[in-house]
């Protein structure tokens, strides 16, 4: 069983930045492949980010490419996504998952536990 909180959300201009963080608990967070989804209402879930079990292999989706970074500390269970250069189109409730893969997923059924989300609005 693993239990992911995140954290970092919040209202930024166009143009700023955020660092979202996902704190894990439960055993073997290092055998997971992990990943950041973000879900606007009405809309599905999509793909934003995926990072290796080992990192530092990463996986991105096309439209944050250049501008968001995912990273990861097993000494400290936890997940990163610096977002740079934000867009209105990047607002969100952003999600932490974590996969029982060895490697960058994008596939949503692939993961196994996820979130709660945290909320990243983009003003213009």
């Known amino acids: 069983q693993v239990q992911l909180v995140e954290s970092g959300g919040g209202l930024v201009q166009a143009g700023g930045s955020l660092r979202l963080s996902c704190a894990a608990s439960g055993r073997f967070f290092s055998s997971y492949a992990m990943g950041w989804f973000r879900q606007v209402p009405g809309k599905e879930r999509e793909f934003v980010a995926s990072i290796g079990k080992a990192g530092p292999n990463t996986d991105y989706t096309d439209s944050v490419k250049g501008r968001f970074t995912m990273s990861r500390d097993n000494t400290k269970n936890t997940v990163y996504l610096q977002m740079n250069s934000l867009k209105p189109e990047d607002t969100a409730v952003y999600y932490c998952?974590?996969?029982?893969?060895?490697?960058?997923?994008?596939?949503?059924?692939?993961?196994?536990?996820w979130g709660q989300g945290t909320q990243v609005t983009v003003s213009s």
């Open positions: 998952a974590a996969a029982w893969v060895r490697t960058t997923t994008s596939t949503t059924s692939t993961y196994d536990y």
